[in-house]
């Protein structure tokens, strides 16, 4: 997939209509991600006003290591989240995706992600990753975790404040293939689409 592609997927966060910026997520460093004219960017370090990348992926396809990579950079590949700035200091490396347990239910974040691997002849592969929307409402959640390889999607809703017991009993939970979930610009589109679903599945 062209990285043009990957990098315009979304803008902008369904929740909080800001723009989406990258982040690598690293357990347990913060390394800066930056969009330029050429391409992509990994940064090793920040200095003085100097910024090093120590990954590039460009535009044109091209893939370049640089001296000075960390180690921790495994198969010349990075992952990169796609998230806007008020859902990036809710700590979204702790999230996990494709399953909506009880810590999560009362989160509201959106993001997607996406690989990009290069090889040893300067190229590089990218592919998308997941797309994860966490909502409340009205006393409600919704969660859609869509795997953007094949648009498989699982979509969960529920009341906010049963207990354990009840909330597992009642919780609506869906897998569907969709065609494409981009055409979704709005939370509030996304919820009406929820809502149908959990009428038909009543
Ligand atoms: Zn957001």
Redesign the pocket.
Request: proline share 0%.
């Given at each position: 997939m062209r990285l043009k592609e990957i990098i315009t997927y979304r803008e902008n966060?369904?929740?909080?209509n800001?723009m989406l910026k990258p982040h690598y997520v690293h357990p347990s460093r913060n390394i800066p991600v930056m969009i330029d004219e050429y391409g992509i960017h990994l940064i090793s370090h920040e200095r003085q006003n100097i910024t090093a990348a120590c990954l590039s992926y460009l535009w044109d396809g091209s893939y370049n290591k640089y001296f000075g990579c960390p180690e921790w950079i495994i198969n010349n590949s990075i992952n990169v989240y796609m998230?806007?700035d008020?859902?990036a200091k809710k700590q979204f490396k702790k999230i996990a995706v494709g399953h909506s347990t009880i810590p999560s239910i009362k989160e509201n974040?959106?993001f997607y992600s996406f690989v990009l691997v290069g090889d040893n002849f300067n190229n590089f592969d990218g592919e998308l990753g997941w797309e994860i929307v966490r909502h409340t409402s009205g006393g409600k959640f919704y969660h859609m975790d869509t795997q953007l390889s094949d648009n498989s999607i699982s979509y969960r809703m529920g009341n906010i404040n049963d207990t354990l017991d009840y909330l597992l009993k009642s919780m609506i939970s869906i897998q569907v293939k969709d065609v494409n979930v981009s055409y979704i610009k709005s939370i509030d589109q996304l919820i009406n689409k929820m809502k149908l679903y959990g009428v038909f599945s009543d």
């Open positions: 966060c369904l929740i909080h800001k998230i806007c008020i859902c974040v959106y």
